[in-house]
T-cell receptor
Framework: RKEVEQDPGPFNVPEGATVAFNCTYSNSASQSFFWYRQDCRKEPKLLMSVYSSGNEDGRFTAQLNRASQYISLLIRDSKLSDSATYLCVVTLNSGGSNYKLTFGKGTLLTVNP | GAGVSQSPSNKVTEKGKDVELRCDPISGHTALYWYRQSLGQGLEFLIYFQGNSAPDKSGLPSDRFSAERTGGSVSTLTIQRTQQEDSAVYLC???????????????FGPGTRLLVL
């Protein structure tokens, strides 16, 4: 089983739509969780960290379910500029290895006019 | 301020040749990381530097891969006797110093696209 799994998509949605991505992770010792965004042929950029209580940043809401080992990202009122690949990322904090980001392969989102 | 920079942005080489990839981290970032992103694959961790030392080299795929960091700043990833399967985007990231055990946001450079013919 892969360490971090995501539905690769693609997700094609119209502007204004709400879209949700899920991600599962295999290691129950995972401690830190993130969503990164990667535009075509660009580097990944941190979109938001994911906290146990869930957190929101504008149109973006992230949730964590430790019992089921999954993370979600909800995007409301999609914009054309949201088109990108969304990467689910986890780290382990055991043995001081909290620096090692483990990435999913990403979910491709295209927002259409 | 200036972000992480990498050079070259693209590199085409012949199988069997050695290549050197360079990373300039954000000023003041003591931690530096190398990752690789192959076509259709997720990013995979290669190596982590804290200052000039590399406490974790576990992601280096073979002994043809090595990396060093000097002056707590610039890092070079060297691939010897390149193979076609080494073709990928090599990404460098850096992060601020912080309390041990706490993860810090990693800022990525634009990457070096390596193509081995």
């Amino acid at each position: 089983r892969k360490e971090v799994e995501q539905d690769p998509g693609p997700f094609n949605v119209p502007e204004g739509a709400t879209v949700a991505f899920n991600c599962t992770y295999s290691n129950s010792a995972s401690q830190s969780f993130f969503w990164y965004r990667q535009d075509c042929r660009k580097e990944p950029k941190l979109l938001m960290s994911v906290y146990s209580s869930g957190n929101e940043d504008g149109r973006f809401t992230a949730q964590l379910n430790r019992a089921s080992q999954y993370i979600s990202l909800l995007i409301r009122d999609s914009k054309l500029s949201d088109s990108a690949t969304y990467l689910c990322v986890v780290t382990l904090n055991s043995g001081g290895s909290n620096y090692k980001l483990t990435f999913g392969k990403g979910t491709l989102l295209t927002v259409n006019p | 301020g200036a972000g992480v920079s990498q050079s070259p942005s693209n590199k085409v080489t012949e199988k069997g040749k050695d290549v050197e990839l360079r990373c300039d981290p954000i000023s003041g970032h003591t931690a530096l990381y190398w990752y690789r992103q192959s076509l259709g694959q997720g990013l995979e961790f290669l190596i982590y530097f804290q200052g000039n030392s590399a406490p974790d080299k576990s992601g280096l795929p073979s002994d043809r891969f090595s990396a060093e960091r000097t002056g707590g700043s610039v890092s070079t990833l060297t691939i010897q006797r390149t193979q076609q399967e080494d073709s990928a985007v090599y990404l460098c990231a850096s992060s601020r110093p912080g309390l041990a055990g706490l993860g810090k946001t990693q800022y990525f450079g634009p990457g070096t696209r390596l193509l081995v013919l």
